[in-house]
């Protein structure tokens, strides 16, 4: 890592001077509340980004397979590994007549699963994994058949340090890793495939999905909000050594964004809790740092000494955190309305050495659990506040920089896609 | 037949029908379907074992299976972790604030 930081403050002290762009004023909140927006946003932004579905470690096998429940995208995606060990995305549907092809039980619900073949079971129709179709039953009934027009209905899909990606958009153009840009490149070589331990949550919200974004964007609420759960805040410190969380690096890089934060860190501190000395690990991780070797220079872009955590969040809805005593974790935001989201959290460690260690994991991903259930309500709470439309706009301060850009690139998105309307995209 | 849990943790062995419990989804609707007088009385009676329990288990090889009655341990020391910060820092079952809201943990 370069010791010299490739981000520092404005010397006027505001971040928001290196983005005169974004303006200072109030926001609307409309973007949150109205329904026709919402249907916007669907059709200009998650119908035609990059989005992250899962790890290359859910398909570990030829014929590894998963399903994604995307209502936001108004299908079912199907990601399979090839007996090429390629990596593709189809609609979950068969050829033939569209029927749901990949589930159990219930179509509504994801599976998971290793396949030789894909299988219909309305008509038996069968695939290879590459989508092809291998035959059709009772030919002798159809008519005009060219098997070469009855492959699955794919979607686009690359994979960027083991994060698979699809793109609904089939006039797409741009590939993954320039569509993330400059801040994905800054952490390309963390070693995420050796933090294979995974544990993972899901739930579904009553706020729209940049509410609850926007919760996981600044530090500001995290003294007041979080004050009780994570005392030793006031041991973080940070390189101004004032306020107790403000960040330590912000950068808006297009549609993209990050923030570095100081802490608070995985130590023990007078705040410990007994459970919490007595496997040695806490709120933000293992008391006994995992050394991960050197840190790819996009991670603590201020080179702060202090540093503890940052979360880098990629346009639209997917945040990877990196935090400081070995792990990281990633959120997926998938609006399933315009009032409700599906979040989907998991946290990444390493392969456990030892029962103490696994412990210690345990410790961690608890206290999470509990202090994003702190998050929670009151987000419920303000969504429904703002759908009153007693206030209709908001105002975001100099830490809350990356809740105004998230507002502005998506406004921005479905600007452009309205004025395009017209040229067939 | 097996004991429930090594020797030295006999006298825990009362708890293992109920707070022996793996599935991490399953544990945290056990603590937030307890009474904080229930998870009192476990955090209670486990704790002054706790060190000693961690000590033993540490002892295994993490790449093997564990023997039943040691799997059962470090179950109970998964509850006792999952329900610390309900004894330790919320003084009730559920996270403050939080309605009936709770994360269904997947792995």
Do not use: R, S
């Given at each position: 890592m370069k010791h010299e930081p490739i981000v520092t403050k404005p010397a006027s002290g505001h971040w928001i001077e290196a983005y005169p762009e974004l303006g200072k004023g109030p926001i609307s909140l409309e973007d949150s509340v109205s329904t026709e927006f919402y249907e916007k946003e669907r059709q200009h932004i998650f119908k035609k980004s990059w989005l992250y579905v899962g790890r290359i470690e859910q398909l570990p096998n030829k014929g590894s397979y998963f399903t994604r429940e995307l209502s936001v995208l108004d299908t079912s995606a199907l990601l399979v590994r090839g007996k090429d060990d390629v990596i593709r995305a189809f609609h979950n549907m068969c050829a033939h007549r569209g029927n749901k092809l990949v589930w159990q039980d219930d179509p509504c619900q994801e599976v998971q699963g290793q396949a030789p073949l894909l299988y219909c079971k309305f008509h038996g129709w069968r695939y290879q994994l590459d989508g092809s179709l291998i035959a059709p039953t009772r030919r002798d009934l159809l008519y005009n058949f060219d098997a070469g027009k009855c492959s699955l209905a794919s979607i686009h899909c690359e994979v960027w340090e083991g994060f698979i990606f699809i793109n609904l958009n089939s006039n797409n153009t741009e590939p993954l890793r320039a569509f993330l840009g400059e801040l994905a490149h800054g952490v390309e070589g963390y070693p995420f495939s050796q933090l294979s331990k995974a544990y993972a949550f899901k739930v579904e919200l009553n706020c729209n999905w940049k509410i609850f974004m926007d919760g996981f964007a600044e530090g500001y609420h995290t003294p007041y909000l979080h004050g009780g759960a994570l005392p030793n805040l006031e041991d973080a410190g940070n390189d101004a050594g004032n306020a107790l969380a403000d960040s330590l690096a912000i950068q808006l890089k297009r549609l993209h964004r990050m923030i570095s934060w100081a802490g608070p860190p995985a130590q023990k501190s007078k705040h410990s809790t007994p459970t919490e000395c007595l496997v040695e690990a806490g709120a933000t991780g293992l008391w006994n740092k995992v050394d991960l070797g050197p840190l790819p220079e996009g991670i603590n872009p201020g080179r702060s000494p202090h540093w503890g955590v940052d979360s880098f969040q990629f346009f639209p809805n997917f945040v990877l955190v990196f935090w400081s005593s070995g792990c990281y974790t990633t959120h997926a935001h998938w609006p399933t309305g315009p009032h409700s989201h599906l979040f989907e959290l998991v946290i990444y460690f390493r392969e456990p050495q030892s029962y103490k260690e696994r412990l210690g994991q345990e410790m961690t991903v608890n206290f999470l659990n509990d202090v994003i259930l702190q998050d929670t309500s009151p987000l419920e709470g303000m969504q429904a506040m703002l759908n009153s439309r007693g206030i209709r706009e908001f105002h975001a301060n100099d830490e809350e920089l990356l809740v105004r850009h998230l507002h502005k690139v998506v406004a921005d998105s479905v600007s452009a896609g309205e004025n395009n309307k017209g040229d067939g995209i | 037949m097996s004991s429930l849990l090594p020797e030295k943790f006999a006298a825990l062995a009362h708890l293992v029908p109920a707070w022996s419990i793996e599935d991490g989804h399953a544990r945290y609707v056990k603590r937030v379907n307890s009474s904080m007088e229930e998870i009192q009385a476990f955090y209670d009676e486990i704790f002054p074992y706790a060190e000693a329990a961690v000590a033993y288990l540490n002892?295994?090889?993490?790449q093997q299976p564990l023997p039943n009655d040691a799997a059962n341990l470090r179950n109970l020391l998964y509850s006792l972790i999952t329900v610390s910060l309900a004894v330790e820092l919320w003084k009730q079952p559920r996270v403050k604030h939080s309605a009936n809201t709770i994360l269904t943990r997947l792995s």
């Open positions: - | 002892e295994f090889d993490y």
